[in-house]
């Protein structure tokens, strides 16, 4: 059984900064891909940024020069820094991984999301 859980989310002044934090727990032998996406309300569910286990990366346009994806592969840890933050960055944000286990190949996980909120 694999867990992710997020953490870093909050209240956050047009402008300002926060960095998010996800974690893949349980029997993970590899993790592959890792992104972050977000849900505003009433939208559809986006991608944000992900990055693969070699270190590529990839961003949403809206992301691109505000946002920065990383990970500890280590750690099974993924990570989003997020600067000059806009009203429409409010969104709940959510982790995705994709790993293999000691039982299974190319799982697919989501975290319970945590909620960002952008206003003055």
């Known amino acids: 059984q694999v867990q992710v859980v997020e953490s870093g989310g909050g209240l956050v002044q047009p402008g300002g900064s926060l960095k998010l934090s996800c974690a893949a727990l349980?029997?993970?032998?590899?993790?592959?891909?890792m992104g972050w996406y977000r849900q505003a309300p009433g939208k559809q569910r986006e991608l944000v940024a992900t990055?693969?286990?070699?270190?590529?990366?990839y961003y949403a346009d809206s992301a691109k020069g505000r946002f920065t994806i990383s990970r500890d592969n280590a750690k099974n840890s993924l990570y989003l820094q997020m600067n000059s933050l806009k009203p429409e960055d409010t969104a709940v944000y959510y982790c995705?991984?994709?790993?293999?286990?000691?039982?299974?190949?190319?799982?697919?996980?989501w975290g319970q999301g945590t909620q960002v909120t952008v206003s003055s």
């Open positions: 995705r991984v994709l790993v293999t286990t000691s039982t299974s190949s190319y799982l697919e996980y």
């Open positions: 349980g029997s993970i032998f590899i993790v592959y891909d």
């Open positions: 990055t693969a286990s070699g270190g590529n990366t």
